[in-house]
């Protein structure tokens, strides 16, 4: 089945710890999100990805870091340097008009819910 | 600033009745418009999308968009409860930035 994954689903992490949250698809898609929700609230764009060893700060990276090593992973590191990361993480993925799919269109994957202890 | 603004609700809405959500968005050069629905502690999943002025029909749900005044919304006929959740308005700007509306809370009461 095609589709993008998320692990771990829920993650606690204590203070001045970093963590990794995965982010995998097989779709074929170019470009990878990650979005903050906090609750009662929109998304909000961390960093993007359009292709593979590239990627762009979006409105809220301080604190945060990413790699696109691989086509198929976009990994996001909160650093202890985010002082206020407890929140549902959204990793996403776009199709290029190379792939198919509707343009633009996000399809995401199940999220991780960070919490600080 | 570029914006979509949404109700935040909670619209309440009787089962078999029509609801309708709204969004305003702020770019009129604004190109695309999305559509998508959360479930409570779920990730958001794709329910229509729309680039010309009009209705577009799929099922339950159409989407009507109205350039000249900014705006596009989302009708879903024949309510039932499995379709409360939040719903996300999402438009893609004239310089092809996403933006996200903060979501309507919609509840069917049976």
């Known amino acids: 089945d095609g589709g993008i994954t998320q692990s771990p689903k829920y993650l606690f992490r204590k203070e001045g710890q970093n963590v990794t949250l995965s982010c995998e698809q097989n779709l074929n898609h170019d470009a990878m999100y990650w979005y903050r929700q906090d609750p009662g609230q929109g998304l909000r764009l961390i960093y993007y990805s359009q292709i593979v060893n590239d990627f762009q700060k979006g409105d809220i990276a301080e604190g945060y870091s990413v790699s696109r090593e691989k086509k198929e992973s976009f990994p996001l590191t909160v650093t202890s340097a985010q002082k206020n990361p407890t929140a549902f993480y959204l990793c996403?993925?776009?199709?290029?008009?190379?792939?198919?799919?509707?343009?633009?269109?996000?399809?995401f994957g199940p999220g991780t819910r960070l919490t600080v202890l | 600033q570029k914006e979509v603004e949404q109700n935040s609700g909670p619209l309440s809405v009787p089962e078999g009745a029509i609801a309708s959500l709204n969004c305003t968005y702020s770019d009129r050069g604004s190109q695309s418009f999305f559509w998508y629905r959360q479930y409570s502690g779920k990730s958001p999943e794709l329910i229509m999308f729309?680039?010309s002025n009009g209705d577009k029909e799929d099922g339950r749900f159409t989407a009507q968009l109205n350039k000249a005044s900014q705006y596009v919304s989302l009708l879903i006929r024949d309510s039932q409860p499995s379709d409360s959740a939040t719903y996300l308005c999402a438009v893609i700007s004239s310089n092809y930035q996403l933006i996200w509306g903060a979501g309507t809370k919609l509840i069917i009461k049976p």
């Open positions: 996403a993925s776009t199709p290029s008009s190379r792939s198919g799919g509707a343009p633009d269109t996000q399809y």
């Open positions: 729309i680039y």
